[in-house]
């Protein structure tokens, strides 16, 4: 009988996990329906379910230019609050409405060349949207696409105490050099708190990061997005005046609480898509270090201890990620400001699983936009506090270099 608690409790962590699983993967459909637990989708958004946009936990892609109709997987504009278009462009609507516009984006190729004459192609994107439905975007408005991140080891990232996020930021700006990563603090909730998920570090929790993304990419409302309407603007009218999935046996939202919950448990639970070990390949280790690239990309973490969720709880992790936003110069810059980053400010994004993602997809998108095809082209792209990493990395004999992108490949 003294089993029987922590039984039922793993059993409950069990069904609530298949249950948040299930709604992460759930195609969401227009309001009214029968059944109000599925509806509210959009009026307008770019996705029906969460793994539309993260398959199998996965990240996105761009478009392929030489595709004709390709959308990518989960690429997005992002928008600096432009009057009718509001934050994000929407390309896809519900019956009876029109999209934003349809995100492309266009590739201006340019040779780099290592000293020893080995060469690699990058690409310059330029992201449009075409037929754009509610008239031209304000001439103030400034476009940054965006690929969905993967979801997979966030509930470890999320166990990592603030307080040691601030204090390794501290630490390098003590330390003097060109490497001195910011916390984006950000107010949620009334209160200021370290942001750690998305590429600009904006969301300080799974929930608010899941939040955003129902309002932003499906449409609907949250605890902490409660607009039903999702990124509608008040220009567009139709979209406002449209019906809506609110309920009051849902908290009056389309997504309460219980469900955000369901699926940050399911989300929280997902382990790193690579090792969760130290990694093993010690001469590995030291080149990473020796160039310069676990300045940024720290190599481990420890988690608080957490008797709430105990397989997350005092473990020694490696995401090879500060969680710090860094300026990487401005190539990389996108001219949109979000909280404390500038546009040419990027968190340190964790490389735990590049491995299976490459063997996976045959062939990665890599940076905030996926413009980067290999490990090599993502180096090559970074700036700023990264600048001396990648000229020490361009140095490198041939060998070296592929030891060093075996072994991130290999986090």
Known sequence: MLLAAPVAAQAADSLDNRIGEALFRRMWVAAPTATQAADGLGPLYNARSCATCHPRGAGGRPPDPAVKGDQGV??????????????????????????????????????????????????????????????????????????????????????????????????????????????????????????????????????????????????????????????????????????????????????????????????????????????????????????????????????????????????DIFPHSDLLLHDLGPALGDRLPMGEANGSDWRTTPLWGLNRLAARDGQLSLLHDGRARSVTEAILWHGGEAEAAKERFMAMPAGERKRLVRYVLGL
Request: some cysteine.
């Open 74 to 315: 989960g690429y997005a504009i992002k928008l600096n609050n432009d009057p009718v278009y509001g934050r994000q462009i929407q390309s896809n609507a519900i019956l009876g409405q029109v999209i934003e516009g349809r995100p492309r984006v266009s590739y201006r190729e340019e040779t780099v060349r290592f000293p020893d004459g080995e060469t690699v192609r990058l690409r310059h994107p330029t992201p449009v949207v075409e037929d754009l439905g509610y008239g031209p975007l304000a001439e103030a408005t400034v476009m940054s696409a965006r690929v969905p991140p993967r979801v997979h080891g966030m509930g470890l990232l999320d166990r990592i105490p603030a307080g040691a996020i601030e204090a390794e930021a501290a630490r390098q700006a003590a330390a003097g050099g060109p490497v001195a990563g910011r916390v984006n603090h950000v107010t949620v909730d009334g209160r200021r708190q370290v942001g750690r998920f998305g590429w600009k570090a904006m969301h300080p929790t799974l929930d608010h990061q899941d939040s955003e993304a129902f309002s932003l990419d499906i449409g609907m409302s949250t605890p902490s997005y409660p607009e039903p309407w999702g990124d509608c603007t008040p220009a567009q009218t139709a979209c406002r005046n449209a019906p809506h999935g609110d309920s009051k046996q849902f908290e009056g939202l389309e997504i309460p609480s219980t469900v955000i919950g369901l699926i940050d448990g399911y989300l929280r639970d997902l382990p790193p898509d690579g090792s969760l070990e130290a990694p093993k390949d010690k001469a590995g280790t030291a080149l990473f270090a020796d160039a310069g690239c676990a300045a940024c990309h720290r190599p481990s973490w420890r988690t608080a201890e957490d008797a709430e969720h105990p397989a997350l709880s005092g473990r």
